[in-house]
């Protein structure tokens, strides 16, 4: 059974950074898109971050509000994905939620998702 874990959240101010990890455990042949989303209270979950390596290639795309903020990146050899938060403002509170799109088997590849890390940007 393939696990997601996240952790890195917590109470920052405005202008601070944050790091964020999640680590896939279990059965796993390949990992292909990892990424990140967040779920604001009483908002819609939306993408910040997705990352897709393929061969010796890697690309990453943002969401307009966190360009030239956020950072995404991954280590295959660890299965974990990190976000880089930098100059946190107080619209980026949420829950943090990362998401790997996983084969596990010959023949089954399926999207995981993590538990959920709280992320608060106050003064």
């Known amino acids: 059974q393939v696990q997601l874990v996240e952790s890195g959240g917590g109470l920052v101010q405005p202008g601070g950074s944050l790091r964020l990890s999640c680590v896939a455990t279990g059965r796993i042949f390949n990992i292909y898109t990892m990424g990140w989303y967040r779920q604001a209270p009483e908002k819609q979950r939306e993408l910040v971050a997705t990352v897709t390596s393929s061969g010796f290639t890697t690309s990453a795309d943002y969401a307009d509000s966190v360009k030239g903020r956020f950072t995404i990146s991954r280590d295959n050899a660890k299965s974990t994905v990190y976000l880089q938060m930098n100059n946190l403002k107080p619209d980026d509170t949420a829950v943090y939620y990362c998401?790997?799109?996983?084969?596990?088997?010959?023949?089954?590849?399926?999207?995981?998702w993590g538990q959920g890390t709280q992320v608060t940007v106050s003064s």
């Open positions: 998401l790997m799109n996983i084969r596990s088997s010959a023949y089954v590849v399926r999207d995981y």
